[in-house]
């Protein structure tokens, strides 16, 4: 009797094994598919926020006309700093002379009585 309730405890145990088994490898299956349907999701994001972007950056370059007013406004501001910084050099001695002047001719005559 102990020899066929050994051969049961034996075989249960195998069983035992065999199922976690399964279940191990039914769990492996079960992360390598979400994995699988995470990097597609991830794919298709990307895609979609590409395409997103493409639309719009086009519908950003249609409402304001294009890089040419970019361009331009570039440009102008450019040649704008370039006059301010040249008036600014051309007028520098004139300030200096202008301040040293108010600062050495002081009017030393007393105001009148009221």
Known sequence: MSGTGQDGIDRLLAA?????E????????????????????E???????????????A??????GGSDKSAKLAQTTEMQIQDIKRLAQSNAANVSK???????????TPPPKA
């Open 59 to 64: 519908a950003q370059f249609s409402n304001l």
């Open 16 to 20: 035992e094994m065999e199922a976690t």
């Open 98 to 108: 202008q301040i040293l002047t108010w600062i050495t001719n002081v009017d030393v």
């Open 43 to 57: 794919q298709e994001i990307t895609k979609f926020r590409q395409t997103l972007e493409q639309e719009f950056n």
């Open 22 to 41: 399964i279940v191990s490898k039914a769990r492996k299956e079960k992360q390598a598919r979400i994995k699988q349907a995470r990097d597609e999701a």
